[in-house]
């Protein structure tokens, strides 16, 4: 039997990163989670760090501890991320730092180290979060979409980058999904929001999970640098 | 935890040693390096190309994390920012990593 499958799925404790470890645990992958807080997720095959992504030298011990007890990482999901509806106008500057701070220099910090351990197995997949908030430009989300127009654009140039080491990288951008990120937005606004995408329904797990399978089948290895947005958007 | 075996200036020109084996395998036999201190790694009096040179610096950072324990990243802004690049030669590079492991409280 093939060994299985490493991967590594950032904000693995609850919503969609949990669901996605429970997923792949199942598909015969060897999943590690990470999150700032504990996770209870207890499955053979699962494996949780607690660390906060924006800290560099936590996330390196990280992943050298994948590389000490596996040698390699074969699929990085960069799940982690955090929301705030806000008017520009009336953004902290602080709020806006922890936004960029967890959503770009996590996904960067992330994928940096991966690529570095995927370059010594000359294969790899890496799959980035983005939103459908930045091509509808919403009101309300500027610096949320903002930061995840910044994770488009780095997609976009690490793919080219990585490339020669047969490393893919992409995005998936999904519509309203109801977890924790979308509780506090306004039920009007997330109606509004859905009446603007082709198909009119909230995004379920399973259309993010769908999205990431396409990804990181191996007979994607021609598709890289690429943004799918889910509903239609 | 961390093990701190072997990781003094001789471990890690040893460390050194080992990953110019490893990035010779993928250089022509007219480019590859030689393992000594005076050998040169980058800049315009030749050495690694850009590209080849950053694959040098990501197998170094993973040959310390793998054989020493430690996590730790060689181009941070004091390296590049140095008005005399501390990846120049092997022996440079040595002195740097051991001042780094060092300023970590590993050395």
Known sequence: ?233 | MSSKIGVDRQGILQAIFATIDEINETLPDNRKLEKSAETRLFGRQGGLESLEFVNFIVLLEQRIGDEFGLAVTLADEKAISRESSPFSTVERLSDYVTELLKDSGNG
């Open chain 1, 1 to 233: 039997m093939a060994n299985p499958q490493i991967m590594i799925i950032t904000g693995a404790r609850k919503g969609i990163g949990r669901f996605l470890a429970e997923h792949y645990v199942q598909h015969g992958f060897d999943v590690v989670g990470c999150s700032r807080a504990p996770s209870d997720l207890q499955l053979p095959g699962y494996q949780h760090h607690r660390l906060d992504v924006t800290d560099e030298l936590a996330v390196k011990q990280m992943f050298l501890d994948v590389s000490r007890k596996f040698g390699r990482v074969d699929v990085l999901i960069n799940n982690a991320g955090i929301a705030s509806m806000n008017h520009s106008q009336l953004t902290p500057l602080s709020t806006a730092q922890k936004l960029v701070n967890t959503n770009f220099l996590g996904t960067f910090l992330f994928c940096r180290e991966a690529a570095n351990l995927m370059q010594r197995n000359r294969s790899g997949r890496i799959v980035n979060f983005t939103t459908v908030a930045t091509p509808l430009n919403l009101e309300g989300e500027a610096v949320y979409a903002a930061t995840k127009a910044a994770v488009e654009s780095l997609t976009r140039t690490l793919a080219r980058e990585l490339a020669e080491f047969n490393i893919t990288v992409n995005a998936v951008g999904p519509t309203p999904v109801k977890t924790d990120l979308t509780r506090s937005v306004p039920q009007a606004k997330l109606d509004a929001l859905i009446a603007r995408q082709a198909i009119h329904r909230y995004g379920e797990f399973r259309d993010i999970q769908n999205v990431i399978d396409f990804f990181i089948q191996p007979e994607s290895d021609f598709i890289t640098a690429q943004v799918i947005f889910l509903g239609g958007v």
